[in-house]
């Protein structure tokens, strides 16, 4: 008897047991496109239980991209990645972006480029949960780049090169001038779709460097830009009024310089760019022509000098182009050398990085800005770099420095991953908002 009563105690309390065994946990994923917050909420873990979230995708070249971030759960059981911060991982901080920036490629892949090669109108994520090193659960996430139906032509007519990115419907919709850097070619076309994708007709405008254009940065004519503004504005898909014209470094340059000449633009964003002309990549030449006339450059001592540049690949750190604390260049020089926006009656937006390693962005419009007066606000990002205005949320974990020769010549862009990342986000928020505002 007292052993059938044994043996009968010891299967109920299994059976209790086995009624209140956790299961297992859950893993909830939402969110909408590349710029709105991922939401990421893991449930039913023990208080403080450890839980690594991760994500990945692979872009147009095959290569994977990853990003994680450990959390302890809260007191009731959960992980939330808007409202916790990771307590180690690829980001810091409570940040619905965290897992989207953050990303990067496996320890010993070479980086021949800074941001992640993706063409197409979407990303694929999976999204996951590990604890223990054991994988519990993941889900799989489209996270759209731009908004639905935009459409993406390319532009060879009139001496322009470049491509026509349009919104949904028949329009008319404001028009806006996309202007890429020192790169040349075609500027940025995921940033034209996403332009394109709040509304705007984008023109990315290409200048140099490509078939039918200049070879290099060197004495481009202005007129070249000014009637890209005439023919954006003559385009049936553009409303009536004037156009606007972003652009980043140079580009942000050549945006200046087309607010000066074009009385078609009412509105102008120029990202880490520059009030001054720089000079062009032949010596002793200018960036810009008007009407035949060289736009007068700022000389300053070898500002492509491959001397410092190559002493610090040696060392095996990123090299600098110019002196990014501007030093070799007085006040005077710069006003001598300074854009006409004064004549221009747009809009200007202003935004340079406070440790832009590239280029002294911060000196070089306020050129601009003492110019512009209150016409004109100048935003200047708090530790980022150079490299500032892309779709926001994408990988920045290589911003920091440009790959010019793989593993072997690195151009220092500046500021960390998080602040780049940070800046992008803001930097194209208030593109977006000043376009709708003045166009």
Same mark, same amino acid.
């Given at each position: 008897?007292?052993?059938?009563?044994?043996?009968?105690?010891?299967? &109920?309390?299994?059976?209790?047991?086995?009624?209140?065994?956790?299961?297992?946990?859950?893993?909830?994923?939402?969110?909408? +496109?590349?710029?709105?917050?991922?939401?990421?909420?893991?449930?039913?873990?023990?208080?403080?239980?450890?839980?690594?979230?991760?994500?990945?995708? $692979?872009?147009?070249?095959?290569?994977?991209?990853?990003?994680?971030?450990?959390?302890?759960?809260?007191?009731?059981?959960?992980?939330?990645? !808007?409202?916790?911060?990771?307590?180690?991982?690829?980001?810091?901080?409570?940040?619905?972006?965290?897992?989207?920036?953050?990303?990067?490629?496996?320890?010993?892949?070479?980086?021949?480029?800074?941001?992640?090669?993706?063409?197409?109108?979407?990303?694929?994520? $999976?999204?996951?949960?590990?604890?223990?090193?054991?994988?519990?659960?993941?889900?799989?996430?489209?996270?759209? &780049?731009?908004?639905?139906?935009?459409?993406?032509?390319?532009?060879?007519?009139?001496?322009?090169?470049?491509?026509?990115?349009?919104?949904?419907?028949?329009?008319?919709?404001?028009?806006?001038?996309?202007?890429?850097?020192?790169?040349?070619?075609?500027?940025?076309?995921?940033?034209?779709?996403?332009? +394109?994708?709040?509304?705007?007709?984008?023109?990315?405008?290409?200048?140099?460097?490509?078939?039918?254009?200049?070879?290099?940065?060197?004495?481009?004519?202005?007129?070249?830009?000014?009637?890209?503004?005439?023919?954006?504005? !003559?385009?049936?898909?553009?409303?009536?009024?004037?156009?606007?014209?972003?652009?980043?470094?140079?580009?942000?340059?050549?945006? &200046?310089?087309?607010?000066?000449?074009?009385?078609?633009?009412?509105?102008?964003?120029?990202?880490?760019?520059?009030?001054?002309?720089?000079?062009?990549?032949?010596?002793?030449?200018?960036?810009?022509?008007? !009407?035949?006339?060289?736009?007068?450059?700022?000389?300053? !001592?070898?500002?492509?000098?491959?001397?410092?540049? &190559?002493?610090?690949?040696?060392?095996?750190?990123?090299?600098?182009?110019?002196?990014?604390?501007?030093? $070799?260049?007085?006040?005077?020089?710069?006003?001598?050398?300074?854009?006409?926006?004064?004549?221009?009656?747009?809009?200007?937006?202003?935004?340079?990085?406070?440790?832009?390693?590239?280029?002294?962005?911060?000196?070089?419009?306020?050129? +601009?800005?003492?110019?512009?007066?209150?016409?004109?606000?100048?935003?200047?990002?708090?530790?980022?770099?150079?490299?500032?205005?892309?779709?926001?949320?994408?990988?920045?974990?290589? $911003?920091?420095?440009?790959?010019?020769?793989?593993?072997?010549?690195?151009?220092?862009?500046?500021?960390?991953?998080?602040?780049?990342?940070?800046?992008? +986000?803001?930097?194209?928020?208030?593109?977006?908002?000043?376009?709708?505002?003045?166009?």
């Amino acid at each position: 008897m007292r052993r059938a009563i044994g043996l009968l105690a010891a299967a &109920l309390l299994l059976t209790g047991c086995a009624g209140t065994a956790r299961a297992a946990p859950a893993l909830d994923v939402g969110g909408g +496109a590349i710029d709105e917050p991922l939401a990421v909420v893991v449930s039913g873990l023990a208080p403080g239980e450890r839980a690594s979230v991760w994500a990945r995708m $692979t872009d147009d070249r095959g290569r994977l991209w990853t990003s994680w971030a450990t959390f302890a759960a809260d007191r009731g059981g959960r992980v939330d990645i !808007a409202e916790h911060a990771p307590v180690g991982g690829s980001y810091a901080g409570a940040d619905p972006a965290g897992l989207l920036w953050s990303m990067r490629l496996p320890s010993g892949e070479p980086v021949s480029e800074p941001r992640a090669a993706l063409s197409g109108s979407e990303i694929q994520l $999976t999204i996951g949960v590990d604890i223990g090193g054991r994988t519990v659960a993941q889900e799989p996430v489209v996270v759209p &780049l731009h908004a639905p139906g935009v459409r993406s032509t390319p532009i060879a007519e009139g001496g322009l090169v470049g491509d026509l990115h349009l919104p949904p419907g028949p329009g008319p919709h404001p028009g806006v001038i996309l202007l890429g850097g020192s790169e040349g070619g075609r500027p940025n076309p995921k940033l034209g779709r996403f332009l +394109a994708g709040k509304g705007f007709a984008v023109l990315g405008l290409a200048y140099f460097g490509l078939p039918g254009l200049p070879p290099a940065l060197d004495r481009i004519p202005v007129e070249y830009g000014t009637h890209a503004v005439d023919w954006l504005r !003559a385009r049936p898909e553009v409303s009536d009024g004037r156009v606007g014209v972003v652009g980043l470094s140079r580009g942000g340059e050549f945006a &200046l310089v087309l607010g000066a000449f074009s009385p078609g633009v009412g509105a102008v964003a120029s990202i880490v760019g520059s009030g001054a002309v720089f000079p062009g990549m032949a010596p002793q030449a200018s960036s810009w022509t008007h !009407a035949g006339a060289d736009l007068p450059p700022l000389m300053i !001592a070898s500002p492509g000098s491959p001397v410092g540049f &190559l002493a610090e690949a040696a060392r095996g750190r990123p090299g600098q182009f110019v002196d990014t604390q501007g030093t $070799t260049a007085t006040r005077e020089e710069l006003d001598r050398a300074a854009i006409p926006v004064e004549r221009s009656d747009a809009a200007f937006l202003l935004v340079s990085a406070e440790r832009d390693a590239m280029w002294p962005s911060q000196r070089l419009l306020d050129v +601009a800005a003492r110019r512009l007066g209150d016409r004109a606000e100048h935003v200047v990002e708090p530790g980022a770099g150079h490299f500032i205005l892309d779709v926001p949320n994408l990988p920045t974990s290589y $911003t920091s420095a440009v790959p010019l020769v793989p593993e072997v010549f690195w151009a220092a862009g500046g500021g960390a991953p998080q602040a780049n990342a940070a800046a992008t +986000a803001d930097t194209v928020r208030r593109v977006v908002e000043l376009f709708r505002e003045e166009l």
